[in-house]
């Protein structure tokens, strides 16, 4: 094995939209990053590719060359007749296919200055309190700081942050390619479809693409084998799915965010910073617990990383990187609360409450979904929509 004799600041494990941003930060403020990556951009990532609106704040414009579609419609369903359509003049999510998407994202962090070698595949860390060594299958790199970016298997979580539990839930996902006519109703007005109808505690989703669909389903239960079943079930009752040819699926698991792990402060410490070692993104389990919605939060954890551990190089004071948890209990800790709150209440309830509330109570339904994708535009947020929620139901808000 080749021991590289040279000394990072940092060396960034992982190259999918958490590493690359996290790369891309520190390298643009002047601090020598090297990142690692197991694959080859561009490579397929088993993912939706959806991406809510308000994302467009926190990345640069020349983002939309590699948008696919934008979404100003989306249906919701319930089965049966049962569907509410949300429609805005603002766009409420942005379409990606996750190879174009994350390549992007890598040739900006390479620009800025990042050291990038792909095929290596990282296999242990060693945590000390003089710097970081990386050892790769090939080499050992020397840093001061790691930040692990290696999704939801995190070899850096497993070996710098060991005890910690979370969820992880399975999904699958198959891509229609280009057959799709021209006048099917997803191509005509790009729309997004998330139909409750499909999983017994998640939700299935078609998304439009340039060339063909994205679709997949969700169960919000950890250690069900009930994804296949469900999505056998989806692409065989969803009328907007009929007369197509959908290829099999891929699963992978979702680390969603537990209201445990990220709920008051104190349990946050040790969850995303040890010694010199931090997690964002999938690593980090930072994921929208209602949704499955995770690569927003990646560009944006790594962002907050990037902030501390640049003042913590900067002032060379290892105390300064646990800025980066409390930044993020403060962006994502109520948010994540509220979406988990949610998220049982709409995945606990049987599906025929739903179609029944639909049924009687429209408007309210309508109503909230509209704020949801306002959520999703960053006009609203979840606790301002619980709080609204609460008020109509006459009940008293959190204090602020
Ligand atoms: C079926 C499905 C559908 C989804 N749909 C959506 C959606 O529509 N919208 C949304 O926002 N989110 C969605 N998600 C979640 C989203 O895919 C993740 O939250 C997002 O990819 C997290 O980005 P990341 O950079 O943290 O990790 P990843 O994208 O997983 O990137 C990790 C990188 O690390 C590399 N790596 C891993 N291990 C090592 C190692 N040991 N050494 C070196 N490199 C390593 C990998 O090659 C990879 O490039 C979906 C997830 C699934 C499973």
Redesign the pocket.
Known sequence: MAISSDNYDVIV?????????AAFELSRRGFSVLA????V?P?Y????????ARIAKILSPDFFSVVEETVHRVQFTYGGDQSFLIESPDPIAYMVM?DKF?QWLVEKSRQAGTIIHEQ????KIQNGEAGVDVF?EQSCYHAQIVIG????????AQQCFSGRSFQKI????SEVPGEIDSVHPFQEVPTALISLQAAKKGYG?I?PKKAGL?L???EFVEGTKRPKQSFRGFINQEPMLAGLNVPK???????IASAKAYGDAPPWAGQLVRGRALL?????H???PL?????????R??QLAAKAVSHMLKHSDLCLLRNYETLVANEFGSEFRVAGKLGKIIYGLPRSVHRWAGRWFPHAYQRVLFRYCEVLQGKETYQSLWDRILQRLHWPCRKK
Do not use: N
């Open positions: 494990v992982g190259m999918g939209p958490a590493g690359s941003t690692l990556d197991k694959q951009h490579r990532k088993v993912c939706g590719g959806g991406l809510s996750r994350d290596q595949m990282v296999t790769t970016a290696d999704g939801v298997m995190s070899v850096v399975p999904a699958l996902e989703w998304f994205s997949g389903v969700g699926p891929l699963g992978f698991p979702i680390p964002v993104g999938d690593a980090g930072l994921v929208d949704l499955g919605e995770g690569i927003y939060y990646a560009i954890s790594s």
